[in-house]
């Protein structure tokens, strides 16, 4: 017969995954149909263009793993939508996707965001049993549920996510290394570590402390289990290089520019400082009062009896120092660090509880001032992104306002309106691409002019101001300097502008307040005077800090339309 305390912790691991899925769920259709999160589309894009024929990744500085899985789910959407007779062939699902992708979105986000989500932090119960108790278990989950840059990107379809599904799964490889280095313990690790650098290629830093756990296990038998212990090392090593061969096949099959690709990542890495991502990522990701706990926990490993939580101690120091040398200021880089540093928060909630009769009222004291600061952002951030957009209020706007057909100059493309543009430009890129035989971008367009003919919405002559001329994605061209006077020798009247950064163009904002009239504006913030964001840091999809996430009432950005003065 179950005991009580089992079913106590039965009920209590379902009462928090359905706190994870819920606090993931909500939202989750967050701009759709159209698109405010900057790095989605390169997953979505991808997996169409494979269905498009072009077997070639675009952008292959991320790994095809996640875009092949999402691609694979829309097969099986496609077989559902052609036996229901929805879709007649593949160029109609293509020009579905077009018209409205809202359905493509929502499934990628569902299963590789809110489900992968809450699944992590079931792995992370059972990681946490393992390693140390169920409580362990129990608390480190309820702190993963609820942590705000978890719970966020959640939302989103994007590799961070998948990644920590892997990540934490490898740690039970890991602890079999760890505790006994059996054959297929280390065929196993392999396994993980090559999906993990599929599914994001940082995800290799696993390899770290699995190597601290196979060395603690080995040293300590003497220079014959050093030497005994190297076949196992060249296993795993082997195991690791083929399963990311097979999971990303972009990297050899075109090795040339694969290589290329990556080694033009270090051009937008570097030196972020000690501080950056302890002080603005990992306190808004988490709050201060769990990572104070966490700061406990992993002390508390160093003691005896802690060696289950050093190979992981191993991960969160070496994956922060490279943090700290070799990253972007964005908070989500220090994702993968998060379940863990929920688990050594456990440990430390855990041992600040004490033994005593008051343990239990402890432990709900330091608990509720641990999810306090991440669950009240989650619930901030998801009204936020249950809400219409910015962006879509003034697209509704200008389509009831500005006549189709005119020519309208946009400012940085991500915070604009998603305005459609005329059959003509799309004739335009179809004829600039032909040369290159770009095969998905050309079926897009295809796809595009097809949907433009079904389409009642109004279009336009779109025109993007940018610094560099040259260059820039297919479909945020044509490019035109920030100046008035370009803008009048193009017969341009309309002008879009987003207020994102006041150091930005601040002669060309002044130009305009004196050679046009602000015919519209578009706030989201509470307070409508408020002209700037609260973070210098670059909005991906949703805001991140309290004070930004407590100040809106929308997401995106201050939005003004002008109208050039004759």
Known sequence: MMSRARIDGRVLLGGILLLALGLRGWGVSFGLPHLYHADEPIIINQAMAYGAGSLKPVYLKIPQLISQLVFLCYGGFFVILRILGVVPSPDAFGQLFLKDPTAFYLIARIIFGVLLGAFSVYLLYKLGKRLRSGNHGLIAGFLLATAFLHVRDSHFIYMDIPLLCVLIAGFFCIEDVRVRGWKRDYLRFGFFAGMAAAVKYNGIFIVVPFLAAHAGRIVRGGLRKII??????????VMTLVTFALLNPGSWIFAPDFFSDTSKMSEFQGFIGWTHHLFYSLTGAVGVPLLLAAALGMALSLRAGGAPLRPMLVFVSIYYFVLCVYSQEHDRYVLPLIPFLCLFAAEGL?????????KNVLLGIFLTLSVLPSLSKDIMCDRLLARTDIRTVALNWVEKNVPAGRKIALDVPFFMPRLKPTVAQLLEKEQQILPAGRKADLKR??????SALQDTAPRYELFFMNDDLAGGFLFSQPRIPYSVDALRALGIRTVIIAKVN????????????????????????????????VSAVPLTGAPFLWTDLASRERNGHVIEIFELID
Do not use: C, T, V
Request: glycine content about 8%; charged content about 25%.
């Open 228 to 237: 005994s212990g190297m076949p196992l090392l060249i296993l795993a090593g």
């Open 350 to 358: 855990l041992f600040l509880s004490g033994s005593g009769p008051r």
């Open 445 to 450: 367009i295809q796809w595009m002019k097809a």
């Open 502 to 533: 006041k150091n930005q163009h601040p002669d060309f904002y002044a130009e305009l307040g004196r050679k046009a009239r602000r015919i519209a504006r578009f706030s989201p913030y509470k307070n409508n005077s408020r002209e700037w964001p």
